[in-house]
């Protein structure tokens, strides 16, 4: 217990003295997390929205499909995109192991499964209301979407907001890909891992706090912003 | 889409032999039925008679097992010039302004020029003081006010409602009246279902009587209320029940 | 709604964009390395001196040869004569040159119920812990350290067949989580003693016998062959090796303490 207490001091004392290290993680972190679940969203968003009004003959198998990935293990894709990504590997010529670039592909893997589950849920239920309305009107089906889509944006943030969550607290895949290097690919989860390894548990406790207090002020950014906006609530 | 510059009308509108089903289930036909140039029809009959199937096959929103539903023009022209007031009202989940507004916006419409037009419908609604509402959130009897500004906004050669006033008081039933008679002197062509005799009575020209999933009487509306051909018209315009 | 999107792609375009660096090399360490704290004395003299920003990627010594097999670095740190060996016979490396040497050190509970302390040799401590059955976490990952603990189980005579049974554990992790794990189940452990020394969680554990020159632990640095991987940076590769061989590295590595332990000495030899 005094381990989780000693933790949150020293995290006291980084957060306040703006400590150099810990502000370029801090920022890596959000860096890549942010990009990642922003194309992840580009993605999966419209594809959830996709999969509701598109009728093909291999449609439930491809949801359930979707739906499984979102089990994926990380380290699984990890493994994956290194391979890829490895010198010996198809896209090695490109240099991107090791790099922030390779983190963020990792976590747009991880994470878009999961943004296009959520979206297709609740696009559907909204299409089953919409259904009737959008055919009777002519809507063809790129229009469909994005009425959905936006219409619907209020459910699809918290989608995002999940596929967030996900990404920030992942740390398997983006270690393989990301190599850990310092100052270059290290960020809050992969120090945690560090510090835990090398027996610092009070210093990693203190780093798993911020990383904690990050995600609730992302959160609760997103949560103003997004009320504000509305007229009233539904 | 493009704004149809051609004068032709989507009318006559011609069903042969059509029959409809959902899941086994035998829901209309077969039926036979042509809907001319003016006026208003009126679609009468009992729950569950069929009246709403008949107007769906009618729009288009309800696949037919046989038979064939043939309008004037190419369907894919006549879709466009036709519109949909469902029973219960569909509310989207914006303010009622760009409700009113959207059949324009997908149709390529500026947002500004759409506002106007919007504004000026839901003035003629009667629903100027709720312009900026979120839709959902006006009151039950005001809904159907918003869902047919936005079905007259791009101007329909002809209109279709499936019992509008079902759930509406007296007050609001009038003001929806009001509205389609204004619109059929404008020259909309107007296809409504309803149970309601007196609404019936009130604006009818001829009155199609669906009992069973059949059309049993097509007729003048005067013809029918006062000389109904079949029993069933005749004991549904008595207000007794009919199966 | 044509400019959010176009913004939007800008945004996303420089949050991707790796910034520019000055002339930067990838390294692959083992852990034992890493966790010696060695590499924070030494990377900043070396940008000092060379203005070369060392990336090193800290995995285990399977996986750094893996990497340097693959070409995904310039050069690796490990540990592990055999399996260096093999690494250049297979043409994946230049060659080999030895930086400095450490030694491993049993570590175990207080209570010492094998009476490690006593021991006279290292096969006498693993013969000690098999024959009373004591708890041992091994590193389990095909490391140097576990390919070390490997050799000196068939040195004692202890088959692998009866490394089996609840009193011997593979952890399948670095040195530090397996000696978390250790701490955890006050069990023995074989750890290189930079490791030992870095270790923040010691708990209820001792170091109870080391010395024997068997123990002693290697370190080698080996360039990856630009034969085989013509982008390897193989002009910063030798000379970081020329820096790591050099008086200053020699200084700096001699000078290393922990608690006012030695932790490595350094024999590399000058061409």
Redo the contacts between chains.
């Keep these: 217990m005094d381990s989780i207490f000693t933790g949150l001091m020293d995290a006291l004392v980084l957060i306040l003295t703006l400590d150099k290290d810990l502000v370029e993680i801090v920022f890596l972190s959000l860096?890549v997390t942010?990009?990642a679940v922003?194309?992840a969203a580009m993605i999966g968003l419209p594809l959830g929205a996709w999969l509701v009004v598109n009728r093909f003959r291999f449609r439930r198998i491809t949801i359930s499909v979707l739906n499984a990935l979102m089990g994926l293990p990380p380290v699984v894709v990890g493994l994956f995109v290194y391979l890829m990504l490895?010198?010996?590997?198809p896209f090695?010529v490109f240099?991107l192991?090791?790099?922030?670039?390779a983190m963020?592909i990792a976590q747009v893997i991880i994470v878009m499964p999961l943004i296009a589950s959520i979206s297709h849920q609740t696009i559907r239920d909204?299409w089953a209301?919409?259904h009737?309305?959008l055919?009777?009107?002519?809507?063809s089906r790129a229009?469909r979407i994005k009425?959905l889509l936006w219409?619907?944006r209020r459910a699809l943030i918290t989608a995002v907001l999940a596929g967030f969550g996900r990404a920030i607290g992942e740390v398997g895949a983006i270690m393989i890909v990301g190599?850990?290097?310092?100052?270059?690919t290290r960020v809050l989860t992969t120090s945690i891992a560090?510090e835990?390894?090398?027996?610092?548990?009070a210093f990693a406790m203190g780093l798993g706090l911020i990383l904690i207090g990050l995600a609730i002020a992302v959160n609760l950014t997103i949560h103003t912003i997004s009320k504000t906006e509305r007229?009233?609530t539904? | 889409m493009v704004t149809d510059q051609s004068p032709k009308s989507i009318l006559p509108l011609v069903l042969s032999g059509v029959v409809a089903r959902a899941r086994k289930k035998h829901l209309l036909g077969p039926v036979d039925l042509t809907i001319g140039k003016r006026g208003v029809t009126i679609v009468m009959g009992s729950n569950g008679a069929g009246k709403t199937t008949l107007l769906r096959v009618m729009h288009g929103l309800q696949r037919i097992k046989a038979g064939s539903v043939d309008w004037a023009v190419d369907e894919s022209v006549a879709r466009r010039k036709q519109a949909y007031v469902f029973q219960s009202p569909i509310m989207m989940r914006r303010r009622v302004i760009d409700s009113i507004a959207f059949p324009l916006f997908l149709n390529g419409v500026a947002k500004r020029s759409a506002h106007k037009q919007a504004e000026d419908w839901a003035i003629r609604v009667g629903l100027a003081h709720v312009l900026q509402v979120w839709a959902p959130m006006i009151s039950g009897g005001e809904k159907q006010k918003p869902a047919l500004a936005r079905a007259l906004i791009y101007q329909p050669e002809i209109l279709f409602l499936d019992e509008p006033c079902a759930n509406l008081n007296g007050r609001s039933t009038r003001e929806i009246e009001d509205i389609l008679t204004k619109a059929v002197m404008a020259g909309t062509r107007i296809v409504m279902a309803t149970h309601n005799i007196g609404q019936a009575r009130r604006l009818a020209n001829d009155v199609v009587f669906v009992c069973g999933g059949k059309i049993l009487e097509t007729t003048a509306a005067d013809v029918f209320f006062d000389q109904p051909k079949t029993p069933e018209a005749l004991a549904f315009i008595n207000g007794e029940i009919v199966e | 709604m044509k400019h959010i999107s176009r913004l939007f792609a800008a945004g996303i375009a420089a949050l991707i964009a790796t910034t520019v660096q000055a002339a930067d090399i990838k390294v692959a360490v083992t852990t034992s390395f890493y966790n010696s704290g060695l590499s924070d004395i030494l990377l900043p003299v070396i940008k000092q001196d060379l203005d070369l920003d060392v990336h090193l990627i800290v995995v285990g010594t399977g996986q750094a040869l893996r990497l340097g097999q693959a070409g995904d670095v310039d050069a690796i740190l490990v540990h592990s004569r055999k399996a260096e060996d093999a690494f250049l016979a297979a043409g994946y490396g230049t060659h080999r040159r030895e930086i400095m040497y450490n030694d491993f050190v049993f570590i175990g509970p207080l209570a010492d119920p094998a009476v490690l302390a006593d021991a006279s040799s290292a096969s006498d401590a693993m013969q000690r812990i098999h024959s009373t059955a004591s708890a041992f976490i091994s590193r389990g990952d095909d490391s140097g350290t576990h390919k070390k603990e490997t050799s000196l189980w068939a040195a004692a005579g202890v088959t692998s067949d009866a490394l089996s049974g609840a009193w011997y554990r593979a952890a399948g992790a670095g040195m530090g989580a397996t000696l978390n794990v250790a701490s955890g189940m006050d069990a023995y452990v074989l750890s290189d003693r930079a490791s030992w020394l870095n270790f923040g969680n010691k708990g209820g554990l001792t170091l109870l016998y080391a010395g024997d020159p068997t123990l002693f632990n290697q370190y080698a640095y080996l360039p990856v062959n630009p034969q085989r991987h013509p982008h390897v940076k193989t002009d910063l590769a030798l000379q970081l090796e020329e820096w790591l061989t050099g008086e200053k590295a020699k200084q700096l590595i001699s000078n290393y303490r922990i608690n006012g332990e030695l932790l490595f000495t350094f024999n590399a030899v000058r061409d």
């Design positions: 860096r942010v990009t922003a194309i490895s010198r010996s590997g090695g240099g192991l090791f790099t922030p670039t963020i909204l209301e919409y009737d309305l055919i009777s009107l002519n809507a229009q009425v219409d619907g190599g850990n290097i310092d100052h270059s560090l835990t390894s090398k027996g610092n548990f007229a009233s539904w």
